[in-house]
């Protein structure tokens, strides 16, 4: 444990939760407004959800070796800078757009991989509590920027709110600079199990049927919830309802996760692998239920009410449960990072094609219905898939 840092390490490790999805899940609910500026199909814009998911795929590996050789607090200080300009750059041109977007992607994915290190180095016995913090005002963030992208766009103009996104993402860097002076006093220390994924040793991993199932898992939950992340709002536009209203309920999909973020790791832990099994069953048939009713939409706002609460409840407790599986299945750490590195690599990339492919879908069929119901079908082998890995005491050991 390091005792010495800087008095503005929590506030810099709470600010940087805030912007680890904010930069990107609040744009959905403006995606309409967007694509009219920019004068492309409203389907073209899907990938905007897509490109952070790629880079996540990609850049979180080369996470460790950036804080090995700049140290941990000088890189959250250059990602910081990068999701800034990322952000600006989106207002320029269509090309910058997609460009910005991926900058932000690289930044979070660094920051993402990091984040864990730095609280295990300064904070090793309060690990916990502190993930939570971070976690919860990631979430926090997310729920807020979703439900006041629109009003502000509609008020003002979508330039407005990414310009006082990026002053957010500003404030984010100015809290946290303080930190940057001590990381000469520990430039090359790294406590992130990242680093251990690259091993030979993980080709074992790969190698293991229960291993693509649960990869299978990682995506599709994910999928779950960044397709009607990123169309959601505007389905619902489609069906009569206004961009303020459509953006307040991925607002509400977001906030929804808040307390299943504090409270299902710790139930899963003391399930039994019977009991379990009936969590996450339970969990992927109200996220599907959700998508099912998105095959009879209407313009009522119960209707989109309930469709946000049923998947938002059932992504809100299918992470949590993931996050604590990689390591209920596994019998070492070493193993616990090989198994979480392959199902999060695999499974972003499935995430990543879930929300362009349905919007796409939407400009091959002009209608919601043929990909819904391919997704429901996905589903359902996702919640089998699950099921069989929960039948299996450790999937490595």
Known sequence: MIKQHSKFLIPGIIVVGMVLRIPFTSIPPIIANIARSQHVPVGQLGILTTIPLIAFAIFSSIAPKTAQKFGLERAFAAMLIVIMVGSLIRVINTPMLYIGTLLIGIGIAHMNVLLPSVIRLYFPGRVGPMTSIFTFSMMLATAVGAGLSAPIAAATHWHV???????????????????????????????????????????????????????????????????????????????????????????????????????????????????????????????????????????????????????GVGTAILFPYLMTTFSLKTATPIQTAELSGMAQTGGYVIAALGPVLFGYGYSWFHSWTPQIVVMIILFILMTLAIILVEKQNKILS
């Open 161 to 311: 709110f990414i310009y006082l996104l990026t002053g957010v993402i500003g404030i984010a860097f100015l809290v946290w600079l303080p930190n940057v002076r001590f990381a000469t006093k520990h430039p090359q220390v790294l406590t992130s199990p990242t680093a251990e994924v690259t091993r030979p040793k993980k080709s074992r991993v790969w190698r293991n049927r229960y291993a693509w199932l649960l990869l299978y898992f990682t995506g599709l939950q994910s999928a779950m919830f960044y397709i009607l992340m990123a169309w959601g709002p505007t389905m619902a536009i489609q069906n009569g309802l206004s961009p303020a209203t459509a953006g307040a309920f991925a607002g509400i999909n977001s906030l929804i996760g808040l307390p299943f973020a504090l409270t299902i790791p710790t139930i899963v832990a003391r399930l039994s692998d019977v009991y379990r099994q009936w969590l996450v069953g339970l969990a992927s048939v109200i996220g599907i239920a959700g998508y099912l009713l998105l095959l009879v939409p209407n313009s009522n706002f119960w209707y989109w009410l309930s469709v946000n609460l049923l998947i």
